[in-house]
């Protein structure tokens, strides 16, 4: 019998599968070629205790030296909503001149730790840089907790 993980299982954050959606880029097969791609790979990393991708996809000048997963949290990640990716509808008055090689991305993931229910509501800040091997990659730059009590 074999160990292989269920082709038909649903990728973390909502994607058919984990082959055909974030897989590849924890695998470091792809590079995620939008703000939103990484956001949701990045979460898949989460509910995967992936710390290597995590770190890899955190800009060098925000990167914390310290690891973002522990291997022994019990933390159940339950669902991912992507509420908006601001450069792309540009939904916000008071933003500067599109800059291509920025973006934000809005987003609620659900999770629960010792039964309780929690939410994390996050504008997450994105930018696209090329390195040194010629390829553009989106990197985690920082994110913000908007007022919940609009």
Same mark, same amino acid.
């Given at each position: 019998?074999?160990?292989?993980?269920?082709?038909?299982?649903?990728?973390?954050?909502?994607?058919?599968?984990?082959?055909?959606?974030?897989?590849?880029?924890l695998?470091?097969q792809?590079?995620a070629?939008?703000?939103?791609?990484?956001?949701?790979s990045?979460?898949?990393?989460?509910? +995967?205790?992936?710390?290597?991708?995590?770190?890899?996809?955190? #800009?060098?000048?925000?990167?914390?030296?310290?690891?973002?997963?522990?291997?022994?949290?019990?933390?159940?990640?339950?669902?991912?909503?992507?509420?908006?990716? +601001?450069?792309?509808?540009?939904?916000?008055?008071?933003?500067?001149?599109?800059q291509? *090689?920025?973006?934000?991305?809005?987003?609620?993931?659900?999770?629960?730790?010792?039964?309780?229910?929690?939410?994390? #509501?996050? +504008?997450?800040?994105?930018?696209?840089?090329?390195?040194? *091997?010629?390829?553009?990659?989106?990197?985690?730059?920082?994110?913000?907790?908007?007022?919940?009590?609009?």
């Amino acid at each position: 019998m074999s160990n292989k993980a269920k082709p038909a299982a649903a990728c973390p954050c909502g994607g058919a599968s984990l082959a055909a959606c974030c897989g590849p880029y924890l695998a470091g097969q792809a590079v995620a070629q939008t703000a939103e791609a990484l956001m949701r790979s990045r979460y898949t990393a989460y509910t +995967l205790k992936n710390e290597a991708y995590l770190q890899a996809s955190w #800009h060098p000048g925000t990167r914390p030296a310290e690891p973002v997963t522990d291997e022994n949290e019990k933390i159940q990640w339950l669902g991912l909503e992507v509420k908006s990716a +601001l450069r792309l509808r540009q939904r916000k008055a008071d933003l500067p001149e599109v800059q291509p *090689d920025q973006d934000t991305v809005e987003f609620v993931a659900r999770f629960r730790v010792g039964g309780r229910a929690h939410r994390l #509501h996050e +504008l997450s800040r994105f930018v696209r840089e090329t390195g040194p *091997d010629g390829i553009a990659r989106w990197f985690y730059l920082d994110g913000s907790f908007p007022n919940e009590n609009k």
